[in-house]
């Protein structure tokens, strides 16, 4: 008999008794998205145990175990609503549990016989062409176990792709909500050759991954060819935690008698200055490498929201598609006469494009991602990640008199400096600070500044100005904080109806995260005077 456990912190969650957490509260946690919302909570929002940051802070108000954060529309609609089901109440000796858990199953099958395709239906009807460029399967996984934080482990998957071909690997989460997007980007990129198989069957890919970068979630394992349209995916879960004794990860390589690369020249070539480490949006990229085809490289490159023939590298890449045989649209490289190399600079101070993985393609020709045919294109994978800030307070409380020191990191080159917002009862203070060249900032408040402030709590946002433009700023003399991109006025810290203390450092946060516009990344952290 199927007994069922109800949560004690969500009424709506129901679960199997032999697990010792609710389920239903982990998936919530980890996609930011409730199923079965708390019958408390406001429509549209859900409350997910956890602790946040904007990219990691929760308004001074809230607790952790409180914050609520807006929820998308799930893609079905969920279930009518019914009562909770009693466990071990039976009719004809089966359990009301074991009736769901069958019709789930019977139209789960249903669901799943094989159906027509209107969308081809139509095609044919009109007697459109299929395109031969669609992405089609022909990398195989061999199924992936579960794997925990920090284990070392090789994804292998066999392909009718010629022993020497290329095929990029991506390993993301499978379920990157904003949220996730904006405490920062985790995966696994890189670039894996086929080897030759049996004779008799077909090639073998071997990608070596490190789960030591990953987050507990479920993620998706994406091969894609780099000279063809062959695709491959498939799935596997990072777990937390310390692995079950006798759990071994190692590295396994495919053994065949022929299973050495087949070594390659390329015409093209490209590489990154400190590749296989994180970009952060905002840094310079340095590209190099040589091309004996042509005198020009042509860079384009694919990823998250961009179009999917490739863009060039502009302030807004994803309003600047190549096109096909027309090189103005390309980044042109020019390429040494003398030893054939090139090199590039992609300046990421101002450039608006979202986190993720990228693929940079070098061509010795103007040809897009479809038209790659005759030539011999390379590729390179890179992740890029939001710029973030750090920070904390080196001793709290602290007496009159004595000095309060705030320090951090902030990643991403921020030219523009650090923002420094102090808000306490008739105290406020906004001061822009310089980052240093190893990215760490700091800001100290003198012992002769802290004799003449009250005792109390002061509570302090850390504001990183992502693309060096802070989008949120304090007019000195108004008194009023302001939206630069629309001029705005969002709240007062000077005069009548003005916020004050955790009030205004509620609205600080609250202006900072709720608006998707503003990129402006955001750090809190409080300290006291007695």
Not at 63 to 87: F, G, L, N, Q, R
Not at 91 to 112: D, H, Q, S
Not at 488 to 516: E, H, M, R, W, Y
Not at 518 to 527: A, E, G, L, P, S
């Amino acid at each position: 008999m199927i007994r069922l456990t109800q949560c004690s912190k969500n009424p709506n969650h129901w679960y199997s008794g032999h697990t010792t957490e609710c389920p239903w509260c982990r998936v919530g946690y980890n996609t930011g998205r409730d199923s079965f919302p708390h019958p408390d909570q406001n429509p549209g929002l859900t409350q997910i145990p956890g602790s946040q940051e904007r990219h990691g802070s929760l308004p001074f108000h809230q607790t952790e175990e409180t914050y609520a954060y807006p929820v998308k529309s799930p893609s079905t609609p969920p279930s009518p609503k019914h009562s909770p089901i009693v466990p071990g109440k039976r009719r004809g000796g089966v359990t009301i549990a074991g009736i769901l858990i069958l019709a789930i199953c019977l139209i789960g099958g249903l669901y799943f016989l094989p159906q027509a395709n209107p969308q081809l239906s139509n095609l044919s009807q009109q007697g459109t062409t299929v395109p031969a460029t669609i992405p089609h399967e022909d990398i195989r996984f061999d199924p992936i176990d579960d794997k925990y934080i920090g284990d070392k482990f090789t994804i292998t998957a066999t392909t009718s792709l010629a022993a020497g071909e290329e095929v990029i690997f991506e390993i993301n989460e499978a379920s990157v909500t904003q949220r996730q997007k904006n405490i920062g980007f985790s995966g696994i990129t890189g670039i894996a050759t086929v080897t030759k198989g049996d004779p008799t069957g077909p090639n073998n890919i071997a990608f070596d991954a490190d789960a030591s970068v990953l987050h507990p979630h479920e993620n998706i394992v994406k091969a894609t060819s780099v000279n063809q349209a062959v695709t491959g995916t498939t799935r596997f879960n990072a777990l937390e935690g310390i692995p079950p004794t006798g759990h071994l990860s190692p590295i396994k390589k495919i053994i065949t008698a022929s299973s050495t690369p087949i070594k390659q020249f390329f015409p093209v070539t490209i590489t990154a200055k400190n590749f296989n480490s994180y970009y952060y949006r905002g840094e310079t990229i340095h590209f190099s490498g040589t091309n004996t085809d042509s005198n020009t490289v042509y860079l384009f490159m694919l990823g998250p929201n961009l179009p999917e023939n490739g863009v060039r590298f502009t302030l807004i890449p994803k309003n600047d598609p190549v096109k096909n045989d027309e090189p103005e649209t390309f980044t042109q490289v020019p390429v040494s006469s003398v030893d054939r190399t090139w090199s590039y600079d992609w300046d990421m101070k101002s450039v608006v494009i979202d986190p993720g993985i990228y693929i940079i393609y070098a061509v010795s020709a103007p040809r897009d991602r479809t038209h790659l045919s005759g030539i011999t294109p390379r590729a390179l994978p890179i992740i890029i990640k939001p710029p973030f800030i750090s920070g904390t307070v080196r001793k709290s409380p602290v007496s009159k008199g004595d000095s309060v020191i705030i320090e951090g990191f902030a990643e991403g080159n921020p030219s523009a400096g650090v923002a420094v917002w102090i808000l306490g009862n008739n105290y406020t203070t906004r001061t822009v600070i310089p980052v240093q060249s190893d990215t760490t900032y700091k800001f100290e408040i003198n012992g002769a500044t802290t004799k003449t402030m009250a005792t109390g709590d002061y509570y302090v946002v850390l504001q990183h100005p992502d693309n060096n433009q802070f989008d949120i700023n304090y007019n000195a003399n108004t008194g009023q904080v302001v939206n630069r991109q629309t001029g705005t006025a969002l709240f007062s810290l000077k005069g009548p109806n003005s916020l004050q203390s955790s009030a205004a450092a509620d609205a600080l946060v609250t202006g900072i995260t709720d608006d998707p516009s503003i990129d402006d990344d955001i750090k809190t952290v409080k300290f006291s005077i007695k």
